[in-house]
């Protein structure tokens, strides 16, 4: 891999994970406008725990307690932490049953450009009417167990490409009246446990695979995944404060109209 594809790749995987525009639409599109050759699976694997390794980071206070907390609520004492633990735990549940009824459909008969130009559309529409309409104030320590088999579910929705994990997550939040912050955190926290399990069951599929290992193109990827991500989750949180959804909405309607003009 050149030096340029490693780096383009990186920043994009990195930004896209954790913005509501749909990675896969832009890992798809990016080698449609350079012309560069797919970049393998041990390098996607890189990229995706660069953004894991970023998220863990930022949250890493957060995560310390809630994971005290939840040891504490096994012996039966519970507080706000621990529930949002198990949030972030039960939560994961839709998407991992719905990844292994429908994970080879996805990748096969779901991955073409024009299902994640409607995706991008869609769901982007969504998010803007939601935004505008349902926005509130609750938090994410305010998590009841309906909400959360509801984000979940909103989740599990997220394996239709173009529909962007963390878009859909942060529109079931808006629309059950949590504010822009605490939606966008709850998405973040919600993505360690995939994250984590698209990376054992890709570095699976890689072992078994025996494909030779760019080992210092997957350094340098890890490197800036994990940097561009980590500034996007900084960024982002403050941004959707003041301005809202609407940029990212105009953004995923634009590049679902320009998928639809390259490809049909």
């Known amino acids: 891999m050149e030096l340029l594809q490693i780096i383009v790749l990186a920043v994009v995987q990195g930004v896209s994970e954790f913005l509501p525009v749909s990675s896969s639409a832009h890992l798809i599109l990016v080698p449609v406008l350079t012309n560069w050759d797919d970049q393998g699976l ?3 694997v ?3 725990v660069g953004s894991l390794a970023a998220v863990v980071i930022y949250f890493r206070h957060e995560i310390l307690r809630m994971t005290v907390s939840w040891l504490r609520s096994l012996r039966g004492h519970g507080d706000a932490e621990s529930r949002l633990a198990w949030a ?7 998407v991992g049953l719905a990844g292994l009824a429908f994970g080879d459909q996805v990748e096969t008969v779901l991955r073409s450009p024009l299902y994640l130009a409607a995706g991008l559309i869609i769901f982007g529409v969504v998010l803007g009417w939601v935004d505008l309409r349902y926005r509130g104030v609750r938090d994410e320590y305010s998590l009841t167990w309906k909400s959360v088999l509801f984000i979940g579910l909103a989740q599990a929705v997220a394996l239709f490409p173009g529909t962007s994990r963390s878009g859909i997550t942060m529109t079931a939040a ?9 939606a966008a955190r709850f998405s973040f926290l919600l993505s360690i446990p995939v994250i984590l399990i698209a990376c054992a069951l890709k570095t699976g599929e890689l072992i078994y695979a025996s494909v030779p290992v760019e080992w210092t193109a997957m350094m340098i990827g890890v490197l800036l995944s994990g940097i561009s991500a980590w500034l996007c989750i900084y960024f982002f949180l403050a941004f959707i404060k003041r301005v809202g ?12 109209l320009l998928l639809l003009w390259l490809f049909l």
Do not use: K, N
């Open 88 to 94: 972030v735990i039960f939560g994961t549940i839709p």
């Open 42 to 44: 041990a390098f996607d």
């Open 245 to 256: 959804m609407m940029p990212f909405v105009i953004y995923r309607i634009a590049l679902g």
């Open 46 to 48: 890189a990229l995706h």
């Open 174 to 182: 808006l629309m059950l009246g949590f504010s822009r912050d605490a």
